[in-house]
């Protein structure tokens, strides 16, 4: 496997997010801003939801190679308490697009 794109390697970064959707700001749609902006909300809440994990997650990878994590929380995947903060954060995400 290439250095940097192991299971949350480059792809869990801000860069990665920040870099595709960009990449989809290129698309040519009416609303494409509307699109940008809840693809990056996606995007960082996986990746927050990452950093509430034992194994944290390389966010400002690869300027900083640390490991980040939530201090006081840190849950194992399918972790009950990690499922009801992601179906929060999924509720407040639809909450805020439902005004556009």
């Keep these: 496997i290439l250095k940097g794109f192991e299971h949350r390697g480059i792809f869990h970064t801000l860069l ?3 870099m595709f959707s960009l990449l989809i700001g290129l698309i040519p749609y009416e609303n494409i801003k509307i699109v940008q902006l809840a693809f990056f909300m996606g995007y ?7 950093m509430l994990t034992v194994s944290g997650v390389r966010v400002l990878y690869p300027i900083i190679n640390y490991q980040f994590h939530f201090p006081f929380i840190r849950l194992h995947t399918s972790n009950q308490l990690h499922e009801w903060i992601a ?12 005004i556009f």
């Design 16 to 18: 990665a997010a920040v």
């Design 87 to 98: 179906r929060i954060i999924f509720i407040i995400i639809r909450k805020i697009f439902s």
């Design 44 to 50: 960082m809440s996986h990746i927050f939801m990452d």
